[in-house]
């Protein structure tokens, strides 16, 4: 079966492979550490700025579960395009002070997107002292999975000011068969024992109410999302959010709902795409420099 996408991936520029040509010594690309408040909390964040006088648009980063990954690997080839970027730890990822959830991670990039709009007027400035160039009308989401990709969903659901999400791997949360049930509960068990008891993905889950659930579902969501940029990314070879339970259903929703852009792909890959990366990465470029206008 070959990949699928609806979105013409054809005029792809090589951020992803290619250093800059040419340095800004006056505004040159940065890294640096920052923080914001989330429900009373301090949420830790790293901040890539892309060189140039102008503001750029940012593209915030919402990570699997737990820690899981933030694709890192789109972030330098991001940056490069002239797209700053941003991640951060959710509440109870890696802290003691609070217990993980979905709902709470959507909080926290609901959060972030409001950090980053105040850095446009605030005295926000970047670890050298610069003025941080960020345009506060061009924010986007992203993530892979259900910490990174549905989070994602329904922060822009919710924000009418985040107009774009690149949802990667999303899981419909629909009722699990028990063949799926099974396998979360393996998933779980492995997980655990990795983390010394710090993942709990099944507890979780079994802690969320009906509204919760309701939050969480792209399927749910997508009526929310009609004035917005969606563009969904699967994995052919996915047995974590499978196509046909997951990609097909969310993408189907999506249409039904009447989303004002909608773009789906499918790469050849499984779940943690790790073979498709510069894939995706030229993918992300062109999606926001094409549709979101970055």
């Excluded at 959010?241 to 790469?267: C, K, W, Y």
Aim: net charge negative.
């Amino acid at each position: 079966m070959p990949e699928l996408s609806t979105f013409n991936t054809n005029d792809l520029i090589d951020s992803t492979i290619s250093d800059p040509c040419v340095l800004d010594p006056d505004f040159p690309c940065e890294q640096f550490i920052t923080h914001f408040i989330s429900q009373g909390s301090v949420v830790h964040a790293t901040v890539w700025i892309a060189q140039g006088k102008e503001a750029k648009g940012t593209l915030i980063l919402s990570p699997q579960w737990y820690g899981g990954d933030r694709l890192e690997s789109v972030i330098i080839p991001l940056m490069t395009a002239g797209i700053n970027v941003m991640t951060f730890h959710p509440r109870g990822m890696w802290d003691n002070q609070h217990r993980y959830t979905l709902t709470g991670a959507v909080d926290d990039l609901l959060a972030a997107a409001d950090y980053v709009r105040s850095a446009s007027t605030s005295e926000i400035q970047t670890s050298q002292g610069r003025a941080w160039r960020t345009d506060p009308s061009r924010i986007a989401v992203m993530g892979l999975s259900g910490g990174g990709g549905n989070v994602s969903l329904s922060a822009c659901a919710e924000d009418p000011l985040i107009q774009s999400v690149i949802a990667v791997a999303s899981n419909s949360m629909a009722p699990a068969s028990p063949e799926a049930t099974e396998q979360v509960q393996a998933i779980n068990r492995r997980a655990r024992a990795m983390s010394a008891g710090r993942i709990d993905v099944e507890g979780v889950l079994q802690s969320m109410t009906p509204a919760d659930y309701d939050r969480m579902r792209p399927t749910v969501r997508a009526v929310d999302l009609v004035d917005k940029n969606v563009l969904l990314v699967g994995a052919m070879r996915d047995t974590v959010a499978p196509l046909a339970t997951s990609h097909r259903p969310i993408a189907q929703a999506m249409r039904d709902a009447g989303v004002r852009v909608f773009d789906e792909v499918i790469l050849d890959t499984d779940h943690g795409f790790l073979t498709r990366r510069i894939a995706l990465a030229r993918l992300t470029i062109q999606w926001l420099r094409q549709r979101c206008g970055f």
